[in-house]
């Protein structure tokens, strides 16, 4: 990021301190469906359209490390096992033998140059080709090259992974835009795994995610661990293409603090020195669509990943990456210990004040009382992201009573977004 934009994103964040009321020309949002959080119809349409067609994270480097190594993973309702080839390469594959469906690996995770049906003891290379089936001479006209495992698109961005489960979707890269550009500084490439920690929410995954999608809600329900941190009334929203969007926002004014971020680091944690001044000095949060919402800092990248595992509930993934800590304890920004959790590790304040209402909530959404969703200027990002939901399912799949109208349109969504005129 330029100083030229970094100044522009510096006024307009001032801009939004001063204004009395939203920007002119931005459009005025209909209020959303309340039925698009509680119809199973609906959430059958985001299983098949929506993650069955994104790039969804799937996992770190540092969790399939050597050639051979693999771990299995099924968090978008799919079998499925990432494995690091013999070549260097990190493929996904169905976790699905080609001989009668058993699953060729069972551990969580291991390391071995062959992968073997345990069922029948069918044999394929990490590449995903089959080589080796007992009696084979009862197999009239077998042809092993047209036995391999089924692949998954799997791509990463640094040391991340990321798979697809559709076999056209676009390039990682492509589907990032310009976030790639703008995540560059932030080390994706050197950062290791700190932690990864999953959690249990009796809500819809989408009343999950939004409470991390606006700083609406800042001053009342953070009000002494991210409120003294974060000016809400200076944040600034953007959009970008494919749903994916950011929040920006400086530190209060009376803050003398010469680097604030949302969430302190503890000053042993190294810096990530190609950081920029925005990163240094700024909260800001992205939305990776349709799961991903990061702070980004000189210090961490942390994703909380939601993932839906039925209408009404929601697993939470809470990850922590860092540049390499050495002997020191691996950093963990989401979690403390807990003696009495079932893996000895319980969600931080900052998220259980985030989620402390989620299946109050859902629940409340069931009642009659629930009819629909108004949202503020400063609740758009909530908006654009129901905007994306219904262009990936396609708007011609989702029920007329269910649908949003796609107010925010790409003029919002680019390097010329009209607000950037008013400063």
């Not at 009395?20 to 459009?27: K, N």
């Not at 999950?208 to 661990?225: C, L, S």
């Not at 990248?301 to 595992?309: E, H, M, Q």
């Amino acid at each position: 990021m330029d100083q030229a934009e970094v100044d522009l994103l510096k006024r307009m964040m001032e801009w939004e301190g001063q204004r009395s009321e939203p920007p002119e020309g931005f459009p005025a949002l209909p209020d959303m469906p309340a039925a698009r959080y509680t119809s199973a119809e609906y959430f059958a349409l985001e299983q098949e359209h929506i993650f069955g067609k994104s790039w969804l994270f799937a996992g770190h480097i540092d969790e399939v490390p050597e050639p051979g190594c693999y771990m299995r993973w099924d968090n978008a309702g799919q079998p499925l096992v990432i494995v690091h080839g013999s070549d260097g390469v990190v493929r996904a594959f169905y976790n699905t033998c080609r001989h009668r469906g058993a699953p060729v690996v069972t551990d969580q995770r291991g390391k071995s140059m062959r992968l073997v049906c345990s069922y029948h003891n069918w044999t394929y290379k990490t590449d995903g080709t089959l080589v080796g089936i007992p009696e084979r001479r009862d197999f009239a006209n077998l042809d092993l090259a047209c036995r391999s495992l089924i692949s998954v698109r799997c791509e990463r961005f640094g040391n991340c992974i990321f798979v697809n489960l559709d076999d056209h979707a676009m390039p990682l890269l492509d589907w990032l835009g310009p976030l790639a550009a703008e995540w560059a500084e932030f080390g994706f490439d050197r950062v290791r795994l700190g932690a990864r920690h999953s959690f249990e929410l009796n809500c819809n995954w989408k009343v999950a995610m939004e409470a991390n999608m606006e700083v609406y809600h800042v001053p009342f329900i953070h009000p002494t661990t991210v409120a003294p941190l974060v000016d809400a009334k200076r944040n600034f929203n953007s959009f970008y293409p494919n749903g994916h969007a950011r929040m920006l926002a400086p530190p209060p004014a009376q803050t003398d603090r010469a680097h604030v971020r949302a969430i302190d680091s503890p000053p042993e944690w190294k810096q990530i020195e190609t950081v920029g001044e925005l990163g240094r000095t700024c909260t800001q949060s992205y939305t990776l669509f349709p799961n991903w919402v990061s702070p980004l800092s000189n210090y961490f990248v942390p994703p909380l990943v939601f993932w839906p595992t039925s209408l009404g509930t929601t697993r939470l993934e809470l990850v922590t990456m860092a540049l390499d800590w050495g002997e020191g304890p691996a950093p963990d920004l989401w979690t403390v210990p807990d003696p009495a959790a079932s893996h000895g590790r319980a969600m931080s304040p900052i998220i259980l004040e985030d989620t402390q209402f989620g299946e109050a909530i859902q629940r409340s959404m069931e009642s009659r009382a629930f009819r629909s969703v108004p949202l503020s200027y400063q609740e758009a990002r909530i908006y654009y992201f129901h905007q994306q939901c219904d262009a990936m399912i396609g708007a011609n799949r989702v029920p007329p009573e269910l649908r949003v109208d796609p107010v925010i349109d790409a003029r919002w969504a680019g390097p010329d977004d009209p607000r950037f005129r008013l400063v």
